[in-house]
Each structure stands twice: as C-alpha cells, then as structure tokens.
C-alpha cells in the first residue's frame, strides 16, 4: 500500500504543478497539493481524519459552486471539453474544474475511510 500511496501522492504533485497556466492557478495547487500532502502521510502511516475531512468539506463546497455549470453542461449534450488544451468556451474550464474536484474529493473520501480502518 506504501508504494500506492507515494504514486497517488506523485501524481496530485504532477496535476499541481500543471496548473500554471490555468486562470486560477493558486487555488487548484493547493487542492492538489493538499491532496499530495494528504497521500504522502498516509505512505507513512499517517492518517489525520480531522484534516482530510476539512478538505473533504472545502472541495465540496467548491463544487457546489461548479455544479449548476456542470448541469449546463449535461443539458448541452455533453459537448466534447478536451478537443483543445485552451478552453475557448466557459462550459469547457469549468466542467474540468467540475471533475478535477471529483478527483481530489473522492481521493479524500478514499483517504478518510482508510484512516476509519486504521
């Protein structure tokens, strides 16, 4: 499991530090590295239910956000949204913003129970 949770960890840094070109970039590096950091302790034993549960609870209330544009997208038909790396129409950044915190969320959720069993 060690060797999972480094990979998983690794890889939240990679999609943190793919996100200088985004409009927003600060924010989506702190989720993923919140993330990594989250996936790294547990590597090491280290599960902090109270911290992976406040990040639970910000990437939900940040998806919240998002999801009355996430709909919008469904009720168009579900148009492709990676045709082009830039994003030429608002449905298509804030779908990927919609799902990149399904990522992060339900990686949390993932760490959170893990820390119940331990």
């Not at 998002?66 to 082009?84: A, K, N, T």
């Amino acid at each position: 499991m060690k060797v999972l949770h480094i990979i998983i960890a690794l890889v939240f840094v990679l999609f943190a530090g793919f996100q200088y070109n985004d409009p927003d970039p600060w924010f989506w590096a702190a989720m993923y590295a919140f993330v990594a950091v989250i996936a790294g302790l547990a590597a090491f034993g280290r599960y902090y239910r109270w911290l992976t549960l406040f990040g639970i609870a910000v990437c939900s209330i940040w998806m919240l956000t998002l999801l009355p544009d996430f709909i919008h997208w469904v009720q168009m038909g579900m148009p492709s949204i990676v045709e082009h790396m830039k994003a030429e129409a608002k449905h298509i950044e804030l779908t990927r913003e919609f799902l990149g915190l399904i990522l992060a969320g339900g990686t949390l959720i993932y760490y959170y129970f893990l820390g119940r069993r331990n």
